[in-house]
């Protein structure tokens, strides 16, 4: 069973920055596309930026475009969400998967972990 744990979440003020963490299990790391997402109460999963499994490719959704940073440490099988210029409407619960880059809206590396809190509140 491989799994993904994500961390870095928090408080932070509208204009603050966080950098989330996500670590997964296993040795096939490289292997995969991988992807954050998120997702607020009563919503679906928003998936926010991806990054191909060459590393080279890299999306994101407009509204996070030069403020997100996705990368990746493949020693260390943890994907990176670096997050400038916080908006309070940023604030959901953050979710990391792997999979096939083009099928990223239906990763398949793990089961969701528990996700990390992000809140953007003055």
């Known amino acids: 069973v491989q799994l993904v744990v994500e961390s870095g979440g928090g408080l932070v003020q509208p204009g603050g920055s966080l950098r989330l963490s996500c670590t997964a299990s296993g040795s096939t790391f490289s292997l995969y596309a991988w992807a954050w997402y998120r997702q607020t109460p009563g919503e679906g999963r928003e998936l926010v930026a991806a990054i191909g499994r060459s590393r080279e490719a890299i999306n994101y959704i407009p509204s996070v475009k030069g403020r997100f940073t996705i990368d990746t440490d493949d020693a260390k099988n943890t994907v990176f969400l670096q997050m400038d210029s916080l908006r309070p409407e940023e604030t959901a619960v953050y979710y990391c998967?792997?999979?096939?880059?083009?099928?990223?809206?239906?990763?398949?590396?793990?089961?969701w972990g528990q996700g990390t809190q992000v809140t953007v509140s003055s």
């Open positions: 998967n792997g999979g096939t880059w083009g099928s990223m809206n239906t990763p398949d590396f793990a089961s």
